[in-house]
């Protein structure tokens, strides 16, 4: 399967108005983003775990990054509210669930296979000073990826210039983006080259971003 698998393009997905689609897993349900593969996958997915639903036992061969953005996910090294950002890499496995159900925003399969770096962090503990109206939290940086988390004021302006790609997704609030204004839920990719340029709506906005990372964007390992 390939969904918005052409990394030269840009996408943009206003993910609370897809439809869930069942995982082999029963009550485990996605509205998948960007996919490259079958069920072994490099895929970027929203992920939904209903009330005492489970995954089996699983090793994460290619890596396996995600955030939580309700309710709280587990796994047998312990509970991960929302607003948890956690990093499993290659080789890593656990048996996820969720007793009070939760959604998660998670990527597959886009890591360095030699990366075995894992941890967990609570993103808003990792926030600086706001400067402008923007606080800013590094969550992890490597020679292939930045990943951040930010929280904009209402009405403040941000803007990232990195090479490599620039990905978006708005966990909170709203912000408006080459005049279109992308709500809670809305994902957005840009190619290698785009600036993004936004600014926050009335209520603010929490942002997660991702630069630096689609040139090394290929298919799962067989």
């Known amino acids: ?34 996919r490259i593969g079958g069920e072994v996958a490099r895929a970027t997915s929203i992920v939904r775990y209903a009330p005492g639903s489970h995954f089996s036992e699983h090793t994460h061969t290619g890596g396996e990054e995600f955030i939580v953005l309700d309710g709280v996910f587990q796994d047998e090294h312990g509970d991960y509210p929302a607003g948890t950002y956690v990093r499993n890499p290659p080789t890593t496995a656990h048996t996820p669930g969720a007793e009070q159900g939760c959604v998660i925003f ?28 923007v606080a800013t939290a590094l969550l992890h940086k490597d020679a292939r990826e930045i990943v951040t988390y930010h929280q904009l004021d209402a009405g403040a302006v ?18 408006e983006v080459n005049g279109d204004t992308l709500a809670k839920g809305v994902w957005l990719r840009l190619p290698d080259g785009v600036p993004l340029d936004c600014r926050a709506g009335a209520e603010g906005a929490s942002l997660w971003i991702k630069t630096g990372h689609l040139p090394f964007a290929k298919p799962p390992a067989a």
Do not use: C, H, Y
């Open 1 to 34: 399967m390939d969904l918005n698998a052409d990394f030269s393009l840009p996408a943009l997905v206003q993910s609370e108005t897809l439809d869930w689609q069942p995982s082999p897993m029963p009550g485990v349900d996605r509205r998948m983003l960007d």
């Open 106 to 133: 998670v990527k597959l399969w886009q890591f360095d296979l030699e990366d075995r770096t894992q941890f967990r962090k609570t993103m808003a503990d990792e926030l600086s000073a706001p400067v402008n109206g």
């Open 158 to 175: 941000w803007a990232n210039v990195d090479t490599g790609g620039i990905e978006l997704l708005v966990i909170a609030g709203s912000v």
